[in-house]
């Protein structure tokens, strides 16, 4: 487990700012403790200080994980969020949509939403924006990326894509069925 390199640290906070802009400072500087972010086998974590500390005396040969993982760098060092993170950006997130029940299941199955499965979008939504979507009842579902902008949405055809998935909390469940 090691630090973040510049090249590292920019392109992660690049993917963060699209979901939670500049908010990244709340995740670091938290009133329960300094957190960071370390590197693991290409993937990244979030952890505290503290914990970071106590973990240097694991080999790393025996260190599997520690703390969250917010994603994991691919082989062209693109940045892909898991769904891991959704806990800790949802609550700092500039842009939500908010998913009519029927759109639910649909999404967690791992499809895009369409019009019709929209409740409501958050005012000022700029086209390609990092969204957390949510249920009617507030609860965070996952990520994408708004295909439309607001303005757009409103005068878009019912069965018109508003919104890309990126990630959802299903996707426990279907790789686990994978898996077996």
């Known amino acids: 487990m090691?630090?973040?390199?510049?090249?590292?640290?920019?392109?992660?906070?690049?993917?963060?700012?699209?979901?939670?802009?500049?908010?990244?400072?709340?995740?670091?500087?938290?009133?329960?403790?300094?957190?960071?972010?370390?590197?693991?086998?290409?993937?990244?974590?979030?952890?505290?200080?503290?914990?970071?500390?106590?973990?240097t005396n694991v080999c790393r040969d025996n260190l599997i994980s520690l703390g969250v993982c917010f994603g994991k760098f691919t082989k062209t060092k693109k940045f892909r969020l898991h769904v891991t993170a959704?806990?800790?950006?949802?609550?700092?997130?500039?842009?939500?949509?908010?998913?009519?029940?029927g759109a639910e299941q649909s999404f967690l199955y791992g499809n895009h939403i369409l019009k019709s499965g929209l409740g409501r979008i958050t005012e000022g939504t700029p086209k390609y924006q990092g969204v957390v979507l949510c249920s009617m009842s507030d609860t965070p579902l996952g990520f994408g990326v708004a295909a439309k902008s607001t303005a757009e949405c409103r005068h878009a055809d019912p069965m018109s894509i508003v919104a890309f998935h990126q990630a959802d909390v299903g996707e426990y469940l279907r790789n686990e069925d994978t898996l077996t």
């Open 2 to 55: 090691r630090p973040l390199t510049e090249e590292e640290t920019k392109i992660l906070f690049e993917k963060l700012a699209k979901y939670i802009g500049e908010n990244i400072k709340l995740l670091i500087d938290r009133p329960d403790g300094i957190y960071c972010f370390r590197l693991h086998r290409d993937r990244i974590y979030y952890v505290s200080e503290e914990i970071m500390k106590r973990a």
């Open 86 to 101: 959704l806990d800790y950006l949802a609550p700092y997130a500039k842009f939500k949509a908010w998913l009519k029940p």
